[in-house]
């Protein structure tokens, strides 16, 4: 049974650890959630009754931070499913309605931090992708702007993502339906996958978020939008807890002009697989061999 | 590409199913056809058409009213469209119809509800509309498996009477690096 | 059009300077730029006074969803600079990319193009296929034109890069040099030849030998500096992309609707 | 009991010094308790208070332990001669040389925590407790050679103390492997080092395959170059002797490795100018400044004077052979170094940003405050191993002088 073969690992865990630390935590308030949340396991290693355990325990620690009741789920990648993206670069405005889309529906630190996933970026028309020329603060009164084309970006969810490989500790890793997740409680923050991912589609919690109570999406995921702790990493996930329950992602939703498509890479009949087999699309940086599931597109 | 995984294996069984579905939706056809006198499209989930306040129905005023069916300005209602849609060959009754105005009306001269506004947009705009229907224009929300969901209707973008998309303020940019506290040094180099 | 890095314009004086340092301490020796300016002085007794090259700035736009494959580029190409059938040189071809079901790329380009393409070079399941029409990219920044040790290749006013067969000494390093293999050596001068964009054509108004027997209009021809031209209008009404941009060199060649993997 | 003895006397060893050492050390604790203040701070609101962010997420303290690593492995360049060549003025400061490398690892350790965001999740980096990804990541094998050249050049040095303080012979069938083992080690974590900044494909500027030569070339500069002045100081202060051969060998040594740097930088320098394309973004930012941003251009223009300096002063035997010169060659280099290779290597990996963005990094108060304190971490440890070492090298802390006193106290 999975569960013994980790057992004795586990005795040895908790052993070590509990020795290791006892000293560092003897001189804290040692309360008991504190203690657990020190020794929690990594998420692909826990039980179900593991993983009951933690969730009702974040449950808690969310309704003392923000008195509010949060529903974490931990619902796995659905058999058969690789999800894929589509963004028509000849719609797009550049309004960042889907940043903010997304900073809502992910429980973003607002401010200082400020936290973003999708990056928009403002090129000058002609030479496409050449991100040397990319504008990341314009702030037109009106766009789209006459001479410009908007290209956001966010992560990417590689197939060969370079993030997952370089993570000293496995903190990350890609699901079986292509998202790459972050489990925040066992990043140790060394920000070795923020320097290896050429997407920019990682970022930091530089300090504790800072979320209004009130804008709070209680509706959450382990992997996703549970709102995070200071000095770990974080990324987009396609909006898990949304696409794993078959919902198109907030940043899809946010968008004005439909620029934005979502869907089943593996299903014949989803708008991702329409598009990728009769639109023009790219990926970036394809030259760097990762793969990504992130289809750029012309659909005009 | 990541989707050749299980595809031999369920193609066969997909074809049967298709043949059936697709006998199944021919005899329909044929029987809509035949009942109908045309091949009605596909329904699509889409949400109320964005009809200006008060306006619709159409009939609360025009109901008693002598349909004029000559070209011309409007200078007593309806002045505030301006019509920037191939305004040279084209006028209001190409599009809404005279008799019934709560429908529109197809060039076919088949009557249509507002809500298959659709239709009519396709019958120009062939290429947008395929792709529209497969869901490579336009927007979509909702759920795109195993739930419902919304397709916007080309109305709910782009106004008819002027489709152009119009420009619109975008949202703030993201702080600077080192930005603290002071929104100000948001917009400094 | 030009990619100009914002508040930045030392990148051609760099590779000036670049130049001058490698090249200048041996032009005493070898007198390459000497030749090349007597002859840049020579090409203009060749077009006349009535043609101003600072004028023009000479590109062309590619729609990839409209070439067909059909190869009358490649044949009329042939047929207008004289460039040999056989070995195969070409100064344009058209190159067929095919995408199998199983997301491998097959590229082909079975006699540059030119009798358009019969068969399929595999019998995996196709996904989908189109064609990409290979031109020499007249770079803003030629790096074959950089490596020329005698200043035999040199870049005109009006933004094409020439060839000169009577000072080229056939060593070859352009061919090694181009990001984009548009260099071969005929075979009876034993030179360095590319395309020219037909310049005998062009510099009296007329288009090049491929875009006029283009059927389907795949390739637009004009000029940068003239605002009717048709290749401001491509550039306008398309997204553009130019191959290998990450090499700086600044392509004047622009392809619209290109696909992913065209290289 | 006798362990217990020798434990017992060296802290009264480390307890007793002449007012200067007093002073000395006072000085390094209140530039670790400053450190330590701040670093609570950042711990409690987050790494905020650096000037690091997404932009360029790796700052002032990754490009000191880069450094440190490099004059960690630079103790090999003293290692090599004295017990593979038996060169005998370097072979007295050798174990002095190697507790200087375990002194340096200390501090590049030190580094890498105040780096991390959640040093409490330490223990997710230990093997079998935690999940430790080895071989993938480039990072867990530095955390694993790390530790085992500290560990290597800990248990050398010790055992060849203690047998010199029991006046005996050490073992060479055990010690000679290990001092063995220690050298291609050195160039292990070096190496490592290097690949952890090689392997990133979204970052052209460190993705060039000589950085690994040229990380060895300037560890082979740096930290030689602080042996000469610190082993000066030590002399200064401790009358223990040692001749100025083995400082001009060193500086022979410096010398080519610091041809060999400046080299294989010309090499980098030509193939990014020369075939200018975007790749060449992050060095011309170094050297001329990208976009109108040039915080780093007169540093970078500054080492590298410094680096050509100090070569030439190396490079003629009088100014080499004369102590002024070589200290002032020495200084040179050490800034010139670390110029390049800490905020000269760190930052403009990151500048422009994968999407070409341009953020100017540049250390704060914080980041300063804090990396004092593990410098003077370094150099109190490292005093302390002095304090111990010198009279046992020098023969006054030996068995027999103690136990002759130790039967005079308390006869048996």
């Known amino acids: ?300 | ?189 | 059009m030009k990619r100009d890095r914002p508040g930045k314009g030392l990148d051609t004086s760099r590779r000036e300077f670049c130049k001058t340092i490698l090249l200048g301490t041996m032009s005493l020796a070898v007198p390459g730029s000497i030749l090349a300016a007597t002859e840049k002085k020579g090409l203009s007794d060749w077009y006349g006074t009535k043609y101003e090259p600072a004028k023009h700035l000479y590109a062309m736009g590619i729609k990839v969803d409209r070439c067909i494959g059909c190869g009358r580029c490649v044949d009329a190409c042939k047929k207008e600079n004289n460039v040999p059938d056989y070995p195969f040189f070409f100064r344009t071809w058209v190159e067929r990319y095919i995408e199998t079901e199983d997301g491998q790329t097959i590229v082909d380009s079975p006699n540059g193009g030119k009798d358009g393409f019969k068969t399929l070079p595999s019998d995996k399941k196709v996904f989908k296929t189109f064609f990409v029409p290979k031109i020499c990219n007249q770079c803003e920044k030629p790096p074959c034109v950089q490596v020329c040790p005698v200043g035999a290749t040199y870049r005109t006013e009006d933004g094409v890069v020439l060839v000169d067969s009577q000072y080229c000494i056939g060593c070859r390093y352009c061919i090694q040099a181009c990001p984009y293999g548009m260099r071969f050596i005929r075979p009876e001068t034993k030179t360095a030849e590319k395309c020219t964009f037909c310049y005998h054509r062009i510099v009296k108004g007329l288009l090049p030998a491929c875009v006029e027997a283009c059927p389907t209009q795949a390739r637009v021809f004009g000029d940068l500096k003239s605002k009717a031209s048709p290749i401001i209008q491509f550039m306008r009404f398309n997204k553009t992309f130019v191959l290998k941009p990450g090499l700086n060199t600044e392509p004047k060649v622009y392809y619209a609707d290109i696909d992913r993997e065209v290289r | ?412």
């Not at chain 1, 969730?55 to 659905?78: C, D, N, P, V, W």
């Not at chain 1, 993502?161 to 699901?175: D, G, I, N, R, S």
């Not at chain 4, 341009?358 to 003077?376: K, M, R």
Request: aromatic residues 14%; charged residues 20%; glycine residues 6%.
């Open chain 4, 1 to 412: 009991m006798e362990a217990w003895r020798f434990y017992k006397k060296t802290l009264v060893l480390v307890a007793k010094g002449r007012p200067i050492y007093y002073c000395w050390c006072a000085l390094l604790l209140f530039i670790m308790a400053v450190g330590l203040w701040f670093y609570m701070k950042q711990m409690e609101t987050g790494l905020i208070v650096t000037s690091m962010r997404d932009q360029v997420s790796w700052g002032l303290y990754i490009a000191n332990f880069t450094y440190l690593v490099g004059v960690a492995a630079a103790a090999v360049l003293l290692v090599i001669p004295a017990y593979v060549y038996h060169f005998d003025p370097i072979k007295e400061i050798v174990v002095l040389g190697e507790l200087f490398a375990a002194s340096s690892i200390v501090m590049a350790l030190l580094f890498v925590t105040v780096d991390l965001g959640r040093p409490d999740r330490f223990w997710h980096l230990i093997p079998g407790v935690g999940k430790l990804a080895f071989p993938d990541s480039l990072l867990a094998w530095d955390v694993i050679v790390l530790n085992g050249y500290l560990v290597l050049n800990v248990i050398v040095p010790v055992y060849i103390l203690v047998n010199s303080y029991y006046e005996k012979e050490p073992v060479k069938s055990f010690v000679i492997p290990l001092i063995l083992l220690s050298i291609p080690w050195a160039v292990g974590i070096h190496t490592v080092t290097a690949f952890l900044y090689n392997g990133l494909a979204a970052r052209p500027f460190w993705n060039a395959s000589i950085l690994a030569p040229r990380f060895l070339a300037s560890a082979f500069c740096s930290g030689p170059a602080m042996i000469i002045i610190i082993f000066q100081v030590i002399r200064k202060v401790s009358q223990i002797k040692f001749s100025n051969e083995a400082l001009f060998k060193i500086a022979e040594l410096i010398d080519y490795a610091l041809f060999i740097n400046l080299f294989l930088l010309g090499a980098e320098v030509f193939k990014e100018y020369y075939s200018n394309t975007i790749h060449l973004a992050p060095l011309e930012y170094l050297y001329e400044g990208l976009r109108g941003h040039h915080v780093l251009v007169p540093w970078m223009w500054l080492s590298l004077t410094f680096n050509v300096t100090a070569f030439l002063l190396f490079l003629i035997p009088r100014t080499r052979r004369s102590l002024p010169t070589l200290n002032i060659g020495a200084f040179l280099i050490i800034v010139g170094v670390w110029i390049e290779k800490g905020p000269g290597f760190v930052a403009p990996g990151f500048i422009p940003d994968p999407l070409g963005e341009i953020y100017e990094y540049f250390p704060n108060f914080t980041e300063l405050a804090i990396s004092l304190g593990v410098w003077a971490t370094g150099l109190l440890v490292f005093t302390l191993f002095m304090k111990v070492a010198i009279p046992i090298v020098r023969g006054d802390f030996v068995h027999s002088k103690y136990a002759k006193i130790a039967s005079k106290i308390e006869p048996k």
């Open chain 2, 1 to 189: 590409m990541y989707y050749s995984k299980q595809q031999d294996v369920c193609l066969e069984r997909v074809n049967m199913r298709r043949i059936v579905l697709l006998s199944f939706l021919l005899s329909l056809f044929v029987f809509c056809w035949v009942l109908d006198g045309r091949a009605k499209e596909e329904d699509f989930p889409v949400p109320r058409p964005p009809f200006s306040e008060g306006i619709f129905p159409c009939s609360n005023c025009h109901a008693g009213m002598e349909a004029n069916t000559k070209r011309r300005e409007l200078k007593e209602e309806h002045t505030n469209i301006q019509l920037k849609h191939g305004s040279v060959s084209r006028w209001c009754l190409d599009c809404h119809d005279a008799t019934n105005r709560d429908m529109l009306k197809l060039a076919s001269g088949e009557h249509i509800d507002f809500s298959h506004s659709y239709e009519l947009c396709g019958q120009c705009h062939g290429p947008t509309y395929r792709d529209w229907k497969v869901g490579v224009h336009g927007k979509r929300i909702g759920y795109f498996d195993g739930g419902p969901r919304t397709y916007f209707l080309c109305v709910n973008c782009h106004n008819p009477h002027d489709p152009k998309f119009k420009p619109i303020k975008p949202e703030p940019p993201p702080f600077k690096p080192l930005y603290k506290y002071n929104p100000a040094a948001r917009s400094g180099k």
């Open chain 1, 1 to 300: 049974m999975a569960g013994n073969r980790y057992s004795r690992r586990d005795f040895i865990r908790m052993a070590s650890v509990a020795a290791l630390s006892g000293f560092g935590l003897s001189g804290v308030s040692c309360k008991k959630a504190d203690l657990e949340e020190f020794l929690q396991k990594h998420y692909l290693e826990m039980t179900e009754e593991d993983k009951k355990r933690t969730i009702k325990r974040l449950e808690e620690k969310y309704l003392k931070k923000y008195g509010k009741q949060f529903t974490i789920s931990t619902q796995g990648a659905k058999p058969g499913t690789l999800w894929g993206y589509g963004l028509d670069l000849s719609r797009c405005i550049g309004c960042r309605r889907c940043v903010y889309g997304c900073v809502k529906e992910n429980n973003h630190s607002r401010y200082n931090p400020q936290l973003h996933w999708i990056r928009v970026l403002r090129l000058p028309e002609g030479s496409l992708i050449n991100l040397e020329n990319a504008e990341h603060y314009y702030d037109p009164a009106l766009v789209p702007e006459p001479g410009y084309v908007y290209m956001p970006v966010q992560c990417q969810h590689c197939e060969n993502p370079p993030c997952v490989k370089v993570c000293p500790v496995h903190a990350t890793w890609k699901e079986p339906d292509g998202l790459v997740v972050v489990d925040y409680n066992w990043c140790i923050g060394c920000r070795y996958c923020i320097a290896a991912c050429p997407y920019k589609g990682r970022v930091f919690n530089w300090a504790e978020p800072n979320i209004p109570a009130e804008e709070l999406n209680t509706a959450v995921h382990y992997l996703g939008n549970r709102p995070r702790y200071k000095n770990v990493v974080d990324k987009c996930t396609f909006c898990v807890q949304r696409v794993r329950q078959g919902r198109y992602p907030a940043c899809v939703e946010a968008c004005p002009t439909g620029t934005r498509k979502f869907g089943n890479l593996l299903d014949p009949n989803s708008e991702i697989r329409y598009l990728i087999d009769h639109k023009r699309v790219f990926r970036m940086k394809e030259d760097l061999n990762t793969e990504p599931k992130f289809y750029y597109f012309f659909g005009l």
